[in-house]
């Protein structure tokens, strides 16, 4: 185990959740081993705010001193909604007991969408578990007013300022299409705003301040996203901002004059602020690192409400997770924390870009992470999850730790990853999930071009990631020496079968239906070619994880201890979909990296 493991495994995270008008920072900090909240004054004073349990988030009250909690229990992802009062500041972190309960029920979800001064509205599945209805909350009183009840996975919702209407964004059909919907209180039916059998993302939708226009980010009749604004009375489209090769996001100002944009090129984010109305450029954002904002690896920017301060999230590969603050009319970026400061005198590796050749003449875009000394020669492959997801310029612990050890480290956006255009996030749904298994292949027959041992190489994933790990040791077992599986997907069938029943529905349309795609689930789950499997295997796993249940793991590692191969089992009690607490990742994060010392080096 390389000895700066811990370092690196301890180096605190930092998230920007909200910025009030006189810069102040609701911030989420790691430091006490899971994210808990701070509050950041101009000054650079801190003030603990949370000791809950588990990882928790926020947002203020616009123009008051009050904040809305999310939190849940032991990674069980099922949030609930608390307020705490910051006038006066409290004396001492708070406790679960020192929250005033808003909207609680351990049986359901309540996801927090949004706030206005004197509202909260969350996304709750309290009415048939299944579907997420819009609820509006009186933080005072807790008294809640239904918006939208008709069905659907919410992803995102925009509440006008008086929490009269509202914007939706409801799963498609297809993965990774969304339908926009406006309800309201003169409408017994929400409003379609698209089709709902158009395969498009509309995403970030916000409300201009008259009410008569939308910002969405969307990728609409074309391959990459773009910003746009969608004039309501009119239902008509214009084209804001664009990129001709690469995917921009917008977050629009309180005011609507202004919007953030970021450019995502190849992983990497360039930020510059943009007349809203127009969409010209105003002026770049200059970043400290080349590096990633926003999801998927950190949260979205967040606007003070008097549009005057972005609280940005910024994180690189020598960055573990820092706050930005821009000055908007300026564009003076003011470095708030300094998570690299904990890593000092390390030599952490800043990865090149490549496209390696798949079997059919596609480029699969990796990140490479060379050994600053000498390689052993072995490689890992980092496979992020999703599928819809992508692999950015970030900091990644267990990257710079294998990285540390003599490992070369691959990490892929192997077909089906986001960041570039609609076809390629496409190119693995349900019957071409193989063609994503086969780009494993294509970076295994890159290794002797690296100079690198191909018969020691090993696969190392998280969640869809470690599907993709147990698929690459069952079906390509020639190719692989070992694998790390966190949180992984052993067969699609069991995995749907016993998922909470509000994913079922939007992992069908990824995956393939039980009803439609049985026999194929079934021939393209490792678990039925785990006789196929010889490499040794690492299991890691929380015994709360609501999406991907934990009998996914134990029935791959029994079937594979009853083969007689080699496999480890973690299981850790009080973490759910990945390990949240720094303790846990502090258990099982070296005793992977030893497990792959031992059968890669």
């Not at 000092?344 to 059919?360: C, E, F, I, Q, W």
């Not at 255009?421 to 002797?448: F, Q, T």
């Not at 071009?449 to 599907?467: H, Q």
Request: aromatic share 6%.
């Amino acid at each position: 185990m390389p000895k700066d493991i811990e370092r690196l495994l301890s180096a605190p995270v930092w998230r920007a959740f909200d910025v009030d008008d006189q810069g102040r920072i609701l911030a989420g900090t790691d430091e006490s081993g899971s994210i808990q909240l701070v509050e950041i004054e101009p000054g650079g004073g801190r003030t603990p705010l949370t000791a809950l349990p588990g990882a928790c988030s926020g947002r203020y009250l616009p123009g008051r001193r009050m904040v809305v909690v999310e939190h849940d229990q032991g990674g069980d992802e099922m949030h609930q909604l608390s307020m705490m009062a910051l006038d006066p500041i409290p004396d001492a972190p708070l406790l679960l007991e020192g929250l005033t309960p808003l909207a609680h029920d351990p049986q359901f979800f309540h996801n927090l969408l949004t706030v206005g001064p004197d509202w909260v509205a969350y996304s709750c599945n309290r009415r048939n578990s299944v579907d997420f209805d819009l609820l509006v909350a009186d933080p005072a009183t807790g008294l809640e007013r239904v918006l939208y009840d008709q069905g659907g996975a919410l992803e995102e919702a925009a509440v006008d300022a008086g929490a009269q209407s509202a914007i939706l964004a409801r799963s498609g059909p297809r993965a990774m299409s969304q339908q926009l919907l406006l309800v309201g209180p003169d409408r017994a039916e929400a409003l379609a705003l698209t089709d709902v059998s158009e395969p498009a993302q509309h995403s970030r939708a916000t409300f201009y301040p008259d009410g008569k226009a939308l910002m969405v980010t969307t990728d609409r009749e074309r391959d990459n996203t773009v910003v746009a604004r969608l004039d309501l009375p009119s239902q008509r489209w214009t084209e804001l901002v664009a990129d001709p090769d690469w995917d921009v996001t917008g977050w629009l100002s309180p005011d609507g004059r202004s919007v953030l944009v970021m450019t995502n090129r190849n992983g990497s984010a360039q930020l510059a602020v943009h007349d809203a109305v127009s969409g010209a450029r105003v002026r770049e954002i200059p970043l400290p690192d080349e590096g990633w904002v926003g999801a998927p690896s950190t949260s979205d920017p967040v606007w003070s409400p008097n549009s005057r301060f972005v609280a940005v999230s910024f994180t690189s590969p020598r960055v573990p997770g820092d706050i930005l603050l821009i000055r908007v009319d300026s564009g003076q970026v003011t470095r708030v924390t300094d998570s690299s400061a904990a890593l000092a005198g390390m030599a952490l590796v800043k990865p090149t870009v490549h496209r390696v050749s798949g079997d059919d003449g596609e480029e699969i875009p990796c990140f490479l992470y060379r050994p600053h000394q000498k390689g052993t020669g072995s490689a890992v492959v980092h496979i992020h999850g999703g599928p819809e997801s992508q692999a950015v310029m970030g900091f990644n612990p267990i990257v710079q730790g294998l990285a540390a050890a003599g490992h070369t480290v691959l990490v892929p956006n192997v077909r089906g990853s986001t960041g570039y255009g609609k076809r390629w996030y496409s190119a693995d749904d349900v019957r071409l999930r193989l063609n994503s298994i086969h780009d494993l292949a294509a970076l295994h027959r890159w290794l002797p071009e690296l100079g690198l041992d191909p018969a020691r190489a090993a696969l190392w994933g998280g969640s869809y990631g470690g599907y993709m790990v147990l698929a690459g040791l069952a079906f390509q077992p020639e190719l692989w020496a070992a694998g790390v599986d966190v949180v992984g997907i052993s067969s699609l069938v069991t995995f749907l079968e016993n998922t909470s029943p509000y994913r079922r529905a939007p992992r069908e349309r990824e995956y393939g239906s039980l009803e439609e795609d049985r026999e194929f689930l079934e021939s393209i789950s490792p678990l039925s070619r785990v006789g196929e499997i010889r490499a040794p295997l690492f299991v890691i796993h929380g015994a709360n994880d609501p999406r991907v249940p934990l009998t996914e793991a134990e029935q791959l590692v029994a079937a594979l201890r009853s083969n007689g191969v080699a496999c480890e089992l973690l299981v850790f009690q009080d973490e759910g979909h990945g390990l949240a607490k720094r303790a846990n990742r502090l258990r099982a994060y070296p005793a992977a990296l030893d497990f792959l010392a031992t059968h890669l080096l």
